[in-house]
């Protein structure tokens, strides 16, 4: 048998270069590659966790993931338990919808500049509680815990901008100069990685270390010890070798 041509759409109509159908216009999961199937799936359970651990309330965050050169990404305005295998929503790495018939997030400005300046295949954010409040208060989360290192430093707050404005995404994308996560001023968190998972963790830990920062410091009579940028260097060495061989 002749071999299929491989810059002609098969009968799906799935482009077997770039793995996209035809027409976005189409939706559903009909003509969508298995990879991608999995990939959706993986971002709304992400997402629907992040409402199940009380990092965002309804549809206030938003969850990408990158498959090839494609990004997918949580709707605007759905609630995560509402999203079927069917609502799989892509755009390329220029914005250009080429997956689904929901718009998506409101946010994609920040999720594209996080997936074409870095190595990331995930990205999360959240309107976390203790995050967004020590959003408000200082300008870098305070060395309260070790794990800072694992977010490639100490934590910074990108200035606050209106959202889904590209004012936001390059505040944020200086904010996350050689980290994994940062602090955006009076609205929420975001975090990358090389997985969901990744990304996702990365989003529990930050709020885990505003949550111990603000109770520390609400102790009365008492001020929080804070690390110093060479006890955080020296754990950021022993992370390097941290968990089991690969």
Do not use: F
Not at 59 to 82: E, K, Q
Request: aromatic share 4%.
């Amino acid at each position: 048998m002749a071999e299929q041509r491989r810059d002609v759409p098969d009968e799906r109509g799935v482009d077997e270069v770039g793995g996209h159908p035809r027409d976005a216009r189409g939706g559903g999961r009909r003509g969508v590659p298995q990879e991608v199937a999995r990939a959706w799936d993986g971002l709304v359970a992400t997402a629907r966790r992040t409402v199940a651990d009380g990092l965002v309330v309804g549809t206030s965050g938003n969850v990408s993931v990158r498959v090839g050169d494609t990004v997918l990404v949580t709707p605007t305005g759905v609630p995560y338990d509402r999203l079927t295998p069917d609502d799989v929503t892509g755009v390329d790495l220029s914005g250009r919808q080429v997956l689904g018939t929901l718009r998506p997030t409101s946010e994609l400005p920040m999720h594209l500049a996080i997936h074409t300046t870095t190595d990331a295949r995930a990205v999360v954010h959240t309107h976390a509680v203790h995050a967004t409040a020590v959003s408000t208060l200082v300008d870098e989360l305070p060395l309260i815990h070790y794990m800072s290192a694992a977010l490639g430093g100490p934590v910074r707050v990108a200035p606050y901008a209106t959202y889904g404005t590209p004012e936001l995404a390059e505040n944020m994308l200086r904010a996350l100069t050689g980290r994994t996560a940062c602090l955006l001023q009076n609205h929420g968190t975001v975090t990358y990685g090389g997985t969901l998972d990744e990304a996702y963790d990365r989003t529990a830990q930050l709020e885990w270390m505003c949550q111990v920062w603000l109770k520390a410091s609400t102790v009365p009579h008492l001020t929080p010890h804070l690390l110093t940028r060479e006890q955080l260097n020296e754990t950021g060495e022993r992370l390097k070798g941290y968990g089991q061989p690969g």
